[in-house]
């Protein structure tokens, strides 16, 4: 049965020590996300939208406060579980789209199938099928040297996406590529990202994709200032 709620924070704090020194940098942040929605956490560098992000997929520990994501609480799990909970139930996408160079888009693409065990034929033909829905149909075979910045950024949604992840979250998605590209990615990633039973949480500075969201976060020194739903303004 699917959540009503994909992710529900209550009363993160984050501190961090430097020598004798403690910088609180999360300062109880409660917030809730909604399955089909697009997410936009937004704010000032230095804010707390990395940490925060960190916090959410369980790559940080708070220092207090509790992480849920679609009922399962992920303070209360071991190292080893928060790693297999990562790799089978969240998809991630980054600026810097970490592709392996001696691999094609396809095989990019397939790599948490692979990792998981599936037959390698298999996860080929399922990273092929999203590729192709996002218009990389005829890029399968290229490495990442022969594609352009936005094709990249494509195969790495597709590897976020292949698995069928509950959670995306992206960090600075857009901030590499021109208006134009960046554009075309959020098309691509509102295409095959966006479901009932999935959240996807973005990280960004980019305000030439603020219409892509259902909602804005808005950060300021370690608090939430206000969020908002956007009114369906995405285009």
Avoid: W
């Avoid at 924070?9 to 020598?19: A, Q, Y």
């Avoid at 960190?54 to 790559?59: W, Y």
């Avoid at 789209?97 to 033909?125: I, K």
């Avoid at 909602?215 to 020194?221: F, L, Q």
């Amino acid at each position: 049965m699917t959540s009503s709620i994909a992710v529900s924070t209550r009363g993160i704090v984050k501190d961090f020590r430097t020598g004798d020194s403690t910088a609180r940098v999360l300062h109880g942040i409660d917030i809730d996300l909604n399955p089909g929605e697009l997410t936009m956490l937004v704010g000032p560098s230095g804010c707390g939208k990395t940490t925060l992000l960190s916090i959410i997929t369980g790559i940080l520990t708070p220092t207090a406060g509790s992480v849920s994501i679609f009922g399962t609480d992920i303070g209360a799990l071991s190292d080893s579980k928060k790693v297999a909970f990562r790799r089978h139930r969240l998809g991630f996408i980054f600026q810097q789209y970490n592709l392996l160079p001696a691999l094609t888009a396809a095989e990019n693409a397939s790599l948490p199938l692979v990792a998981a065990g599936s037959p390698l034929q298999a996860a080929a033909r399922a990273a092929a099928a999203i590729l192709e829905r996002i218009g990389m149909g005829a890029h399968l075979d290229k490495t990442p040297a022969q594609l352009s910045g936005g094709q990249q950024q494509r195969v790495a949604i597709a590897r976020a996406m292949v698995h069928g992840p509950c959670l995306v979250v992206c960090d600075e998605p857009t901030a590499a590529l021109d208006a134009q590209t960046g554009l075309a990615v959020m098309d691509s990633l509102r295409e095959i990202a966006l479901d009932t039973g999935r959240a996807v949480l973005v990280v960004t500075h980019d305000t030439r994709i603020f219409n892509y969201a259902d909602r804005i976060v808005t950060m300021n020194d370690g608090h939430i200032e206000s969020d908002q739903p956007t009114g369906g303004i995405y285009r």
